[in-house]
């Protein structure tokens, strides 16, 4: 009976030791997550659009007279004024030409003045009585005729002057030259041998094509008394570059859309005093899209994809709620939400994972920057259909 009785209080004695233990066991303590309020700046909304340069002018050099090549007066590839001396062609047979055209004016020089004299003459004896009319009309006519004979040499002179001023063949504008494809000592054919190509530079084009809302935007802009289409500001960086280092204007768009496509066409007139961008390069231009407005800014991770939904976590009081958003395009690292956000929100902008919509967390304060991208380097993909960046006033 002793035995059983000690038996009763150990079990009674352990179970009130678990008791204690589980009453004594601490409670987890809530999630760490950083929070801040958006950023607010002054941004542009800019469309980014994907196009190749090309050259305002481009000329393909042809001789305008036949005959041998002399002479070259430029080196390939090298940047030529208008009027500079291109080709020489031989100018022999057309400056004989010319003496033999000069030769017939003269003689019809001559022959017009007998025909006056002979005319006067005539003109004299009728007056007395002691010429004909026929012979006074007979001398007029040849005086009509030798005028146009002189007329017909002298455009002669004329066109053979032209050809012997088209054996120098110039530069017709000022730009980066090709090569020479007819070299000394070849036949080149008026009018049909491509000599050479200029293209100019300074200023160049970007076409590009965009859709048909790019048309209505900045029809509706110029439509509300904004600036005109035509001088809206573009800045195009190229393949390798990782800022958009070119400024321009939009300078054309098209009076109809591709019905294939939806799209039209449009271009951009740059500046290019260095003459390093080249007819046929690529790049990326971005279009000012709207004028200035105050956007809010969070860090782009701390967006969480649900499906089509784009959606943001805050914490109010120490416990995680969760907003539906619009989202806008991204500048420096951050992105720009356009709606379901309010700027006294504390958005949890690290600790993602750990936070729960309904959940409670402890909070400790951060501060949205923006992080430039200072790796001077560039995805090799096409720009985000909109884009955005800072104004001066920050």
């Known amino acids: 009976m002793a035995s059983r009785t000690h038996v009763l209080a150990s079990l009674l004695l352990a179970a009130l030791a678990a008791g204690c233990a589980a009453k004594q066991k601490p409670q987890p303590k809530p ?59 031989d100018p022999r047979p057309y400056q004989a030409l010319l003496s033999q055209a000069q030769g017939q004016l003269a003689h019809a020089k001559a022959a017009l003045a007998d025909a006056k004299v002979e005319l006067n003459r005539a003109q004299a004896l009728l007056a007395a009585k002691a010429g004909s009319q026929q012979d006074y009309d007979t001398r007029a006519a040849t005086e009509h005729a030798d005028e146009a004979d002189l007329a017909t040499a002298d455009a002669n002179v004329k066109t053979a002057q032209l050809n012997v001023s088209f054996t120098r063949v110039t530069a017709p504008i000022s730009g980066r030259i090709s090569d020479a494809r007819a070299t000394v000592g070849n036949l080149v054919t008026q009018d049909s041998t491509i000599l050479t190509t200029i293209v100019s530079l300074d200023p160049i084009r970007f076409n590009f094509e965009g859709p048909e809302s790019l048309f209505l935007k900045y029809k509706r802009q110029a439509a509300g008394g904004r600036s005109e289409a035509g001088g809206a500001p573009v800045e195009i960086r190229l393949q390798d570059e990782p800022t958009y280092r070119w400024p321009g204007h939009l300078e054309f768009i098209d009076n109809a859309l591709d019905t294939s496509s939806g799209t039209i066409r449009a271009r951009a007139i740059v500046r290019n005093p260095s003459n390093f961008l080249t007819p046929g390069m690529f790049g990326h231009m971005r279009l000012l899209g709207s004028q200035p407005y105050t956007g809010m800014l969070i860090p782009d991770q701390a967006v969480v994809q649900d499906q089509s939904r784009q959606l943001i976590y805050v914490v109010a009081h120490g416990v995680v709620g969760q907003r539906v958003v619009t989202l806008g395009p991204l500048i420096d690292g951050l992105r720009v939400v356009r709606s379901g956000l309010q700027p006294t929100d504390w958005v949890v902008i690290d600790g993602i994972t750990r936070a729960h919509p309904g959940g409670k967390v402890t909070v400790r304060n951060g501060r949205i920057q923006p992080q430039a991208d200072d790796s001077g380097t560039e995805p090799d993909t096409a720009p985000p259909p909109s884009s955005a960046t800072f104004t001066s006033a920050r």
């Open 31 to 89: 999630n760490l997550v950083v929070v801040a309020q958006p950023l607010q700046r002054q941004v542009q909304d800019w469309d980014d659009y994907v196009g190749q340069f090309e050259a305002v002018n481009d000329v393909s050099v042809r001789p305008r007279v036949s005959g041998y090549i002399q002479s070259l007066g430029f080196k390939d590839g090298q940047n030529v004024k208008a009027g500079q001396l291109l080709f020489q062609i």
